[in-house]
């Protein structure tokens, strides 16, 4: 008599290719993820993006959306986002010499993303706000 634990190893068994439990994850779909991850990833990236959804911006402006971020900061955020594609750096014939930076049709690619990503946070950022404010209201009362 076979007893079924559930905990069987079916690693033998062939898989159409499907998405399945036994299948390894394919190794190509996790250069990409890395690749988005890493283009994404930084303390300030994601603001910066949403920031210039609105349209081209001065540096200076930039840094004055984005309080607290340090001038090296977003320095470095933006030579990465350069660098990755995902906005382009304009030099304007000013004086003094002005910089203003604006979305590349690559990350005007991701809006989808961002409008998911919106979408969550009004769904669970309430959440995660009233755990952390009754959190807050509790340790005053303790």
Request: proline share 4%; hydrophobic share 40%; net charge neutral.
């Amino acid at each position: 008599m076979k007893i079924e634990t559930g905990m069987e190893n079916n690693t033998t068994d062939s898989c159409d290719g499907g998405d399945c439990d036994s299948c390894p994850t394919d190794p190509t779909l996790l250069i990409d993820s890395k690749q988005a991850i890493h283009a994404l990833s930084g303390k300030w990236k994601l603001e910066i993006l949403f920031t210039l959804m609105h349209g081209g911006v001065r540096f200076g402006a930039l840094r004055r959306a984005l309080v607290p971020v340090t001038q090296h900061m977003l320095t470095a955020q933006l030579r990465e986002l350069e660098r990755d594609g995902l906005i382009s750096r304009k030099v304007l014939a000013e004086k003094p010499l002005q910089v203003a930076y604006e979305l590349t049709d690559s990350a005007w690619g991701l809006t989808p993303a961002f409008r998911e990503l919106l979408t969550w946070s009004k769904i669970h950022g309430r959440r995660r706000r009233t755990a952390a404010s009754e959190t807050t209201l509790g340790a005053e009362l303790a």
